[in-house]
């Protein structure tokens, strides 16, 4: 009995030595180039005055102490790089979005600036199908990718004043690189690893399957990352984005999130907001 009760003291002092949060969820938010600038009211004409902006495209990297690497968001493809933009998307879209993306910024470099590798990644979550979320999902084959089921009919046949034309907002190629991956196929919110730590929460509005995604950190705070249901601190104001499914559905979205930031002490994480970027972006979130 001495003898169990020694080693059990050696091991509660050893546990003692370790920190909680040596083994806790983080989060590396890192972006996918930039856009801009452009007039803000090309993304949100409610908004009153015009304006430049120049804006984040946000990746997420989440890493759970037991279950694996999640990816939320894959960015502009890697093929619009370097001033390629106009050899991959529309003409259109390149001269406003201007994206400055880098081959160095794209998801798989991301990656490896932080010490991980592709077939690292179990998960990759998309909050949907547009052309600077789902770019670089093909780079994936090997992780299971979770979409709102609807999201994946929206991305293959999108309502037609979103635009039909390939590539458009919606880009075919993205997704046939992945066409035959494995997709868990989900319809609303859920529990990605069955523990609270990671959570899928439906959206829709800015599409009809856009998907947001709440996570625990270890320090016990929770970040709310919106994606493109809240572009950026403006639309938590009050004035509506532009290139919406559903009014409607995004002002029922926005209204969700801020009442989960508010009741639940959680904060929320933009996509598209320079701001937040400039203080949060390119480092771990713990």
Not at 54 to 72: D, E, L, Q, Y
Not at 136 to 150: D, E, L, R, T
Request: hydrophobic share 40%; net charge neutral; proline share 4%.
């Amino acid at each position: 009995m001495k003898k169990i009760a020694l080693v059990a003291s050696l091991l509660a002092g050893l546990m003692a030595g370790v920190s909680p949060a040596a083994n806790a969820q983080e989060v590396y938010w890192t972006t996918s180039g930039m856009f801009g600038p452009f007039n803000i009211q090309g993304l949100i004409p409610t908004y009153p005055t015009a304006k430049d902006i120049t804006i984040p495209v946000s990746m997420w990297i989440i890493k759970h102490p037991t279950k694996g690497v999640v990816v939320f968001d894959t960015g502009n493809n890697v093929a619009v790089s370097d001033g390629k933009c106009k050899e991959y998307w529309s003409a259109g879209n390149c001269d406003f979005l201007k994206p400055s993306q880098k081959r160095s910024d794209v998801i798989d470099k991301q990656l490896e600036k932080v010490g991980l590798k592709v077939d690292d990644v179990k998960v990759v979550v998309s909050s949907h199908s547009h052309l600077d979320h789902a770019g670089n999902i093909g780079m994936f084959p090997k992780a299971v990718h979770v979409f709102q089921k609807k999201e994946l009919y929206q991305g293959w046949w999108p309502e037609k004043f979103q635009g039909r034309e390939t590539p458009g907002t919606f880009v075919m190629a993205d997704l046939m690189a992945a066409r035959n991956y494995t997709y868990y196929e989900i319809d609303g919110d859920y529990d990605l690893f069955g523990d609270g730590t990671v959570k899928i929460i439906s959206t829709p509005g800015h599409t009809i399957g856009h998907q947001s995604m709440k996570v625990k950190l270890g320090s016990g705070n929770t970040l709310i990352i919106t994606q493109d249901a809240l572009w950026m601190q403006e639309n938590a104001d009050g004035y509506v984005a532009g290139l919406n499914y559903s009014v409607k559905d995004w002002s029922d979205s926005a209204n969700k999130l801020k009442f989960m930031r508010d009741l639940e002490g959680a904060k929320l994480l933009f996509s598209h907001d320079a701001g937040q970027f400039a203080t949060g972006g390119n480092k771990w979130h713990k």
